[in-house]
């Protein structure tokens, strides 16, 4: 089945400042990538995706890569704010199998 | 869209009790999955549901555990009899579509085994 890394478990950054978390994953089958946010105490929150079609994807100031080679994709938020700070996790699936989860990270944003 | 709706949100009960999770998900959806979160063990599918039948069960636990769904709007994730080490939170999410879609997640149960 599939595998996926996470790193860091925990980041701290400057606010305004850019965050990024890098995933990496084994199945070479995988095809659909989350990213998935979550607040103390909340559920997880799909906050961008991207297929293995496409290399990059932005959403304001969220963006995706991914390399289908290299078997890694990362998570890039800039201009970072105080509610940015949750966990963060990864997740990859190849088609019709489930979906595996990273460990996740801690994000905290430094006002 | 009231999105997934999960009950109850919060659980205590005593080991060796029946324990019964309920879900209603997003109305049109047609998959439905039940994970567990723990510190230890991070967040895991038990079981996902496809058109009201299961498709993959592989990580529910044990026999303690039991899923059905028995129609579009509504499951249920059985722990019977419970163990404290059953304690963590429960979400349900839904999708439309199989696993490689977006998953929208309910707000969990947050089951306590004594």
């Known amino acids: 089945g599939e595998n996926v890394e996470q790193h860091p478990s925990t980041l701290s950054v400057q606010e305004g400042d850019s965050a990024v978390i890098k995933c990496t994953y084994s199945?070479?089958?995988?095809?659909?990538f989350p990213w998935y946010k979550q607040e103390l105490g909340k559920r997880p929150q799909l906050i961008i995706d991207?297929?293995?079609?496409?290399g990059e994807k932005k959403d304001q100031r969220i963006a995706v890569t991914l390399n289908k080679t290299a078997k890694h994709f990362s998570l890039h938020i800039t201009e970072t704010q105080p509610e940015d700070s949750a966990v963060y996790f990864c997740a990859a699936t190849p088609a019709n199998e489930k979906l595996t989860f990273g460990t996740g990270t801690r994000l905290t944003i430094i006002p | 869209d009231a999105g997934v709706i999960q009950s109850p949100r919060h659980e205590v009960t005593e080991m060796g009790q029946e324990v019964t999770l309920r879900c209603k998900p997003i109305s049109g959806h047609n998959s439905l999955f039940w994970y567990r979160q723990t510190m230890m063990r991070g967040l895991e599918l038990l079981i996902y549901f496809n058109n009201n039948v299961p498709i993959d069960d592989s990580g529910m636990p044990e026999d303690r555990f039991s899923a059905k769904m028995p129609n579009a709007s509504f499951s249920t994730l059985k722990i019977q009899p419970s163990e404290p080490r059953d304690s963590a939170v429960y979400f349900c999410?839904?999708?439309?579509?199989?696993?490689?879609?977006?998953?929208?997640f309910g707000d969990g149960t947050r089951l306590s085994i004594l």
């Open positions: 991207i297929r293995s079609n496409v």
């Open positions: 999410a839904s999708s439309f579509g199989q696993v490689n879609q977006p998953q929208h």
């Open positions: 199945d070479s089958a995988s095809n659909y």
